[in-house]
């Protein structure tokens, strides 16, 4: 029974596999004189273009956006800022725009206020921190911005609020060069005074007993740096639109006023251009988007 059940099963196996190989062949000579389907589209839609009188909102228009922003994850200081932007669109995806702002406040971040409130001098930090009550003023700051930038919109759409308000919106994807203007601690040494204490001397010349005229010495600079980011725009009106920006701007300076490192990777006993620690600046911007000219463009 053993041998007829093996032999029993060969057969089929056989039987199977020959009826395979047709199959494929049949499937092969098939496909060599297959042809596609013309499929003839009738009615309304004959001829018709995959989008029909799609509004163009930014094709050979100028934006100018005057906007709000905010620096956000700063380690010390945080910025509030006023500006605004201009961009030209050569097509309705690609675009070219510059833009300014200037830190009308700035805000201590609860490390400052810590270090303000508790922090404690001694010899030892004495160049660092010379005094808690005037921390706040010895850390670095963005005093204003500027740059110049390529735009792309890969993505838009249209977007329903409770099924009665319709609204155009897209993605910007956008990158570029930024000029920041950068206040810091000015260059000091840390120098041994009489009496096991230390001393200051302020870049330029002036001596700062006990470090204390330095922790407030600023020296300003222009900080040059790449740019980049996304946005998120929504237009309501032909003319008017409002825009949510994400900018991310690394570089480095010194934000804590300290002596971080030296020529050698370790603390030196000066502050300088070496203590700078490279930082990715964040910038969230709420702007109102105003089109000219003010009609809109449409596609066939």
Known sequence: MMILARQTLL???FIVALALGLVMVDGLQAN???SAQDVQVSGPLAGAPAVMNQRLWRDM???VEPFFAFTIADEYSRSLIVGGEVRFHLLDWLGI??????SVATLNTNLTQEIRDKGVTTNANRLDLPSRE?????VGRLNWWSGVEL???PFRGKLAMFQKIFVDADIDLFVGAAFVGVEERKNVEGLPAPGNVIDCLIEGGENS??????QTARTKRTAIAPSFGIAFSAFF?????????WRGIPFKYNTSGTDNSGPDGIPDGQIDSSDRIRQFNNMFTVGVIFTLPPKIKTTQ
Request: charged share 15%; proline share 5%.
């Open 237 to 245: 009106k032909e003319f008017v639109g409002i825009s949510l920006r």
């Open 32 to 34: 060599n004189i297959a």
């Open 61 to 63: 228009r100028l934006h």
């Open 151 to 153: 735009h792309f919109v």
């Open 209 to 214: 007993p006990g470090c204390l005229s330095s």
């Open 134 to 138: 005037n921390y706040p003023d010895q």
């Open 11 to 13: 057969r089929i196996g």
């Open 97 to 102: 725009g510059g833009w300014g702002g200037y």
